[in-house]
């Protein structure tokens, strides 16, 4: 009778296990250092060797030269274990042994000494079928069995095992098998069975594993009895119902050239061809999903399930895009795979989810519609013909000494930067720069204040008066610091409210705001220097 690759190939000691090192090493040495426990939990995705390790250890154990990491396999207990008639190790479906009962007749089980081999095994799959009642029943005998007793409760759904029976047991996590990993043992299986298969073909059957060596091997598996003793991609693509970097390569094409009819043109093919929507959608967000780690990564990944030349094709076709944008395409395309999970009409989502990822490459980013805001005063100035304010003249002081255009530096960079922004009529600026901190660190000018100054030291020429001011050109960066102490004012403090009042009024970011908004009127001007 045929056996399937699976389980023909299926690995039989620990140097034959992939992709679960930390499990092999970990349960290696336990054995060698005979620090062997009583309760073991073996949780994971499917196919990723949970049951397999299982009947490995049991073999460590009971190997007739053993306990031993890497046991004999020609002893009687090795071929009884692997052929799964050992008497003395029980493998229990809970799925279909999930009651009371059945627990209470392995907890009677369990009293009795093995018939021959040195430990009596108990594998129990599916263990978070097993009902509260029954874990409960079996809770005093897995916290101090027998010596002679070992428990492995393997398991996809960890978070199901009670947590009195979790602490009870060592937990094993056997994480998802690397998609190289998985594409050499099928090359190594391959050429075992005499098959030829290019790394193209073997791709899209490992991509269809998902991570799971069974799923991989059980559909190469189906791909030799399609192709035979040649495998075709294209055939094992459409045995598999994958789709190709070509179709999908097609809805990128669209939401780059922003067409739409290209986009009802691909639904209408896969409805033709007779292709699942929902897979298909599935497929697309997997293929965002690369497109976006192929740009942040910006060269060849495990991290993406694909052959080398299908990552070279992704790179160049990620280039297109910005990060910004695939992750909205990435978003876009979740949502539609899950609307088309209970959708009535699948085609009719699917054809206004990929519309969407058009006009969304159509969307204007924040920055660009910010700075957008920020051009138009000026737009609508010159339209306006609107006469520029006249510089503000202030009355000249009381005082007899002559007011000068450039003041002498003091040597306080707040006081002298405040005048240069001053005289630049940059007064909101120069105002924040007394509450300020300033600090000069190689080409950089670190200023710090409170959230609120430094919002008003977001103008542009600011980089431009400093540099200025101190004679070679500065870089200003801000940081938000609300412990800074204002400095007392020098030409400022004692300037008349109504004076103050006026230059407030005549700042182009006032008559600005006046002109859009007619009705409003200005109450009070508080200085806040004072």
Not at 147 to 152: C, N, T
Not at 385 to 399: I, Q, S, T
Not at 408 to 418: E, I, M, V, Y
Not at 432 to 442: D, N, P, T, W
Request: with cysteine; aromatic share 4%.
């Amino acid at each position: 009778m045929y056996q399937v690759i699976a389980r023909k190939y299926r690995p039989q000691n620990f140097d034959e296990l992939i992709g679960q090192e930390h499990v092999q090493k970990t349960l290696s040495n336990a054995i060698e250092s005979r620090r062997i426990a009583h309760g073991y939990i073996f949780s994971g995705q499917r196919g990723t060797g949970k049951t397999t390790v299982a009947r490995i250890l049991a073999r460590c154990l009971n190997c007739v030269n053993g306990p031993l990491a890497k046991p004999c396999g020609v002893c009687s207990s090795c071929l009884e274990i692997t052929a799964g008639n050992s008497p003395d190790v029980i493998e229990i479906d809970a799925a279909s042994n999930r009651g009371i009962n059945e627990m209470r007749e392995i907890r009677e089980n369990v009293r009795y000494r093995p018939a021959r081999d040195r430990y009596k095994v108990f594998i129990v799959d599916e263990a978070h079928q097993i009902t509260k009642e029954a874990f409960n029943a079996l809770l005093k005998t897995l916290e101090e069995p027998p010596e002679w007793v070992v428990f492995i409760l393997c398991t996809t759904e960890a978070a199901e095992i009670p947590i009195t029976i979790a602490s009870r047991c060592q937990h094993f996590n056997f994480r998802s098998v690397e998609f190289a990993q998985i594409m050499a043992r099928m090359a190594y299986i391959a050429k075992e069975e005499g098959i030829t298969a290019d790394d193209e073909a073997l791709s899209v059957i490992a991509q269809a594993g998902e991570g799971s060596v069974r799923d991989s091997l059980s559909a190469l598996d189906q791909a030799i009895a399609c192709c035979g003793n040649t495998l075709s991609v294209e055939t094992v693509r459409g045995l598999l119902g994958m789709f190709g970097l070509q179709s999908l390569d097609a809805v990128s094409s669209a939401v780059s050239n922003r067409d739409g009819a290209a986009m009802l043109d691909i639904v209408q093919d896969l409805e033709r061809n007779g292709q699942s929507l929902q897979h298909f959608s599935r497929e697309l967000s997997r293929y965002w999903r690369n497109l976006l780690v192929a740009k942040i990564s910006g060269k060849i990944t495990p991290l993406i399930a694909a052959s080398d030349a299908e990552q070279k094709s992704l790179l160049a076709t990620s280039a297109n895009f910005s990060e910004e944008d695939l992750t909205r395409y990435l978003n876009l395309s979740l949502d539609l795979y899950k609307a088309l999970q209970s959708s009535l009409q699948p085609r009719l989502h699917l054809e206004l989810g990929l519309i969407k990822l058009v006009q969304a490459g159509k969307l204007q980013s924040i920055e660009e519609a910010l700075a957008g805001l920020g051009a138009a005063p000026k737009v609508v100035t010159q339209r306006a013909a609107a006469p520029r304010p006249e510089p503000l003249k202030v009355a000249p002081p009381k005082a007899p000494e002559p007011v000068v255009a450039v003041a002498a530096p003091t040597g306080d960079l707040r006081q002298d930067l405040h005048d240069a922004l001053r005289r630049e009529k940059l007064d909101f600026s120069a105002d924040a720069i007394l509450h300020a901190a300033i600090e000069e660190r190689g080409a950089e000018l670190v200023i710090r204040a409170s959230k609120m100054r430094l919002m008003s030291l977001k103008d542009p020429k600011l980089a431009d008066v400093a540099s200025k001011l101190l004679g070679r050109p500065l870089r200003i960066k801000t940081e938000i610091d609300d412990t800074v102490k204002a400095a007392v004012p020098v030409k400022t403090a004692s300037e008349p409210a109504n004076e103050v009042r006026e230059r407030a009024l005549s700042h182009p970011g006032v008559k600005r705001f006046q002109e859009l908004f007619p009705d409003a009127q200005v109450r009070t001007v508080r200085n806040l220097n004072e």
